[in-house]
């Protein structure tokens, strides 16, 4: 009913630059719209922590340890949410996974490691 597609995980050094991209597809964007999109990010061991979220209309939020250093962005015309991150450091180390909300319902992508080398 809805794909999800997540691509630019990687390994990167310390300081470095990465960015995220996940699109959405599915026969249920013939009926509803995505309402907030969001990152989130998952440690071994560890609960999935929310990273950043973005609604249609652009409105952002950002967890403290991410703000400055992270930006997150949405093509609603595309299905499609960004998040560019700047000055990575080897504790943003984890699985992300990309968020939409479609009608009340939570969909997950299948996560796109990101490892930061000190």
């Known amino acids: 009913q809805v794909q999800l597609v997540e691509s630019g995980g990687g390994l990167v050094q310390g300081g470095g630059s990465l960015q995220l991209s996940c699109a959405a597809s599915g026969s249920i964007f013939s009926i509803f719209r995505i309402g907030v999109m969001g990152w989130y990010r998952q440690v071994p061991g560890k609960q999935i922590a929310m990273v950043a979220t973005?609604?249609?209309?652009?409105?952002?939020n950002y967890a403290d340890s991410v703000k400055g250093r992270f930006t997150i962005s949405r093509d609603n015309a595309k299905n499609t949410v960004y998040q560019v991150m700047n000055s990575l450091k080897p504790e943003d180390t984890a699985v992300y996974y990309c968020?939409?909300?479609?009608?009340?319902?939570?969909?997950w992508g299948q996560g796109t490691q990101v490892t930061v080398s000190s």
């Open positions: 973005i609604t249609r209309g652009a409105n952002s």
């Open positions: 968020n939409p909300q479609i009608s009340a319902t939570d969909y």
